[in-house]
């Protein structure tokens, strides 16, 4: 599966930006898919995922409340919106896929290029 994460920029504290990740290659609907992110001088996080089919969905603590993460299997593509956005979320924000994995975990086989989100306060 190849995914290319867009949507990233430059957005003021309280704003909302929306991530998009279009997948190609494989069915997307046999995965289910997650975003990560990396702050500067960080580790990368968990923080979102969705099932295969929509109807199930996992958030980091921090981004509960804030994020809605959703899929659109036609258009092969998975989307974050981030609402109420602070500094501290700012970040390269990655896409990945799995058959099976959901969840907290990083060891997902597909892996997208990362967008930045940068929340100036």
């Known amino acids: 599966v190849q995914l290319q994460a867009s949507g990233g920029g430059l957005v003021q504290a309280g704003g909302s930006r929306r991530l998009s990740c279009a997948a190609s290659?494989?069915?997307?609907?046999?995965?289910?898919m997650a975003w990560f992110r990396q702050a500067p001088g960080k580790e990368r996080e968990f923080v979102s995922a969705?099932?295969?089919?929509?109807?199930?969905?996992y958030y980091t603590d921090s981004v509960k409340g804030r994020f809605i993460i959703s899929r659109d299997n036609a258009k092969n593509t998975v989307y974050l919106r981030m609402n109420s956005l602070k500094p501290e979320d700012t970040a390269v924000y990655y896409c990945a896929a799995h058959r099976y994995l959901l969840g907290p975990t990083d060891e997902y086989d597909y892996w997208g290029q990362g967008t930045l989100v940068t929340v100036s306060s």
């Open positions: 290659g494989r069915t997307f609907s046999d995965y289910n």
């Open positions: 969705i099932n295969w089919s929509g109807t199930s969905t």
